[in-house]
């Protein structure tokens, strides 16, 4: 268990919908990273918060956005959603620096 | 920005034998950290270099970053069929975590 929650686990929804994934991070950890990998694919860097603040952004899309809240906790929302946003959704925290990612274990976003 | 390419893509061996993956960066890199995902999993950290030139090992596992600080390599020795899923290296920072393309390892008993 890395101490990374992410809910749901498994998620299906029709096209043009809109989603929240939710991810609680290690405790004490103050990163919080999000990640999107396709089938058979690597790993997409989508966002990354660190203690409420947005630090790094990838290749996210402008349907999609995230936050973190006061807990730490984050959420990643997704609208509008396309068949090809199906994928799985990972979210990861650090303590900060250059420390260890852990990751939970992942939402399976199903779009049909 | 920042590219993270891992070399193969794939890789099929039989039991027994030995596996190398390679990881370039296209800018110099504070550290390298390497990932296993088991088929059906996530990610979990395996290891982490700083030093330009560093050597670790981890029992049939051999990490390496490279003198530049731009490239890495992980050297598995007689893979065994829990060698199983895909290797990422990841170049890291402070802040964003960029990982490799992955290499999907296949170990054929």
């Known amino acids: 268990d890395s101490g990374v929650t992410q809910t749901p686990k498994h998620l299906i929804t029709a096209t043009g919908q809109r989603v929240t994934l939710r991810c609680s991070p290690r405790?004490?950890?103050?990163?919080v990273y999000w990640y999107q990998q396709s089938l058979d694919q690597g790993l997409q860097f989508l966002i990354q918060?660190?203690?409420?603040?947005?630090?790094a952004k990838g290749n996210i899309l402008e349907r999609f956005s995230a936050q973190q809240f006061p807990d730490l906790h984050s959420e990643l929302n997704l609208s509008s959603l396309e068949l090809g946003d199906s994928a799985l959704y990972f979210c990861?925290?650090?303590?900060?620096?250059?420390?260890?990612?852990?990751f939970g274990q992942g939402t399976r976003l199903t779009v049909v | 920005g920042q590219q993270v390419m891992q070399i193969p893509q794939y890789q099929h061996v039989q039991e027994g034998e030995d596996f190398t993956t390679y990881c370039n960066s296209s800018?110099?890199?504070?550290?390298i950290q390497w990932y296993k995902q088991r088929p059906g999993g996530h990610p979990v950290f395996l290891i982490q270099?700083?030093?330009?030139?560093e050597v670790k090992k981890q029992k049939r596992l051999t990490f390496q970053f490279g003198e530049a600080k731009k490239n890495s390599s992980l050297h598995i020795t007689a893979t065994q069929t829990t060698d199983v899923g895909t290797y990422f290296c990841a170049g890291g920072g402070y802040q964003k975590v960029t990982f490799g393309t992955g290499t999907k390892l296949q170990v054929i008993p």
């Open positions: 990861a925290s650090r303590q900060g620096g250059n420390t260890e990612a852990f």
């Open positions: 800018t110099t890199l504070s550290n």
């Open positions: 270099l700083v030093k330009s030139g």
């Open positions: 405790s004490g950890d103050l990163s």
């Open positions: 918060y660190y203690n409420g603040e947005e630090r």
